[in-house]
T-cell receptor, first 113, second 116 residues
Framework: KNQVEQSPQSLIILEGKNCTLQ??????????LRWYKQDTGRGPVSLTI?????NTKSNGRYTATLDADTKQSSLHITASQLSDSASYIC????????????FGTGTRLTVIP | DAGVIQSPRHEVTEMGQEVTLRCKPI?????LFWYRQTMMRGLELLIY????????DSGMPEDRFSAKMPNASFSTLKIQPSEPRDSAVYFC??????????????FGEGSRLTVL
C-alpha cells in the first residue's frame, strides 16, 4: 500500500535553532518527492523536489535529503526564523497511475522568539 | 499569472443548506484537483479532472458532494445538503503535464467552510 508518514506531528523550537523533519514512504514505483510549506490560512507551496538520483538539495536555509534505498527523506531548516512557522507537507509521486500523488499529514512547526 | 483563484475564502452556513465553492485554475493547466484538509486527516483528494473531464471521484465522500468543470477556466464543488462534519478547508489545485517536472501542484488559498 502506498503511504507517506511524517514525523514529528508537531515541533516547537526557539528562533535561531535548527530542526529536522522526517518523511518515510512506501510509494512504488517512485518518481519524485516534494516538500511543501503551508503558512497558516494559505495554500501549500512547493519548497523543493527530490528525484531518485538526488541525495541532497538546498534552497536557502532549507536542505532536503533523500535516501531512496531506505525510502526516507528529511527537511533540515537552519537558523530558524519566525517566518518558518508553518506546516510542512511531504508529497511523493509514483511513476504510474492516473492519481499518482501521495500526501503525508504534515509537521506543524512553531518557531518562538 | 494570478495563480489558482478560489472563492469564497470563508463560508459559514447552517446544516442542510447548499454550498458551492468555486475555482479558477492557472491558465494552460490541464489538471484540476479538489482537496479537503482537516487537522486529523490532512489533505484528502476528493476528485480530479483532466481536460475538463472527471477522472477519479472515488474520494468524494457521499452523494451530497458533486463537482463540475464546464470549461478549462472554471470548476465548482457543491455540497447539498451540508452537514457539520463537512466543516473543513477545501483546496483547489492545478498542474500541467508535458513538462519534466510533472509533480508540482499549484494550490489556491482555500475555502474555509463552517457548517453549524
Amino acid at each position: 500500500k502506498n503511504q507517506v508518514e511524517q514525523s514529528p506531528q508537531s515541533l516547537i523550537i526557539l528562533e535561531g535553532k535548527n530542526c529536522t523533519l522526517q518523511c518515510n514512504y512506501t510509494v512504488s514505483p517512485f518518481s519524485n518527492l516534494r516538500w511543501y510549506k503551508q503558512d497558516t490560512g494559505r495554500g501549500p507551496v512547493s519548497l523543493t523536489i527530490m528525484t531518485f538520483s538526488e541525495n541532497t538539495k538546498s534552497n536557502g536555509r532549507y536542505t532536503a535529503t533523500l535516501d531512496a534505498d531506505t525510502k526516507q527523506s528529511s527537511l533540515h531548516i537552519t537558523a530558524s526564523q519566525l517566518s518558518d512557522s508553518a506546516s510542512y507537507i511531504c508529497v511523493v509521486s509514483a511513476k504510474t497511475g492516473a492519481n499518482n500523488l501521495f500526501f503525508g499529514t504534515g509537521t506543524r512547526l512553531t518557531v518562538i522568539p | 499569472d494570478a495563480g489558482v483563484i478560489q472563492s469564497p475564502r470563508h463560508e459559514v452556513t447552517e446544516m442542510g443548506q447548499e454550498v458551492t465553492l468555486r475555482c479558477k485554475p492557472i491558465s494552460g493547466h490541464d489538471y484540476l484537483f479538489w482537496y479537503r484538509q482537516t487537522m486529523m486527516r490532512g489533505l484528502e483528494l476528493l476528485i480530479y479532472f483532466n481536460n475538463n473531464v472527471p477522472i477519479d471521484d472515488s474520494g468524494m465522500p457521499e452523494d451530497r458532494f458533486s463537482a463540475k468543470m464546464p470549461n478549462a477556466s472554471f470548476s465548482t464543488l457543491k455540497i447539498q445538503p451540508s452537514e457539520p462534519r463537512d466543516s473543513a478547508v477545501y483546496f483547489c489545485a492545478s498542474r500541467k503535464t508535458g513538462t519534466v517536472d510533472t509533480g508540482e501542484l499549484f494550490f489556491g488559498e482555500g475555502s474555509r467552510l463552517t457548517v453549524l
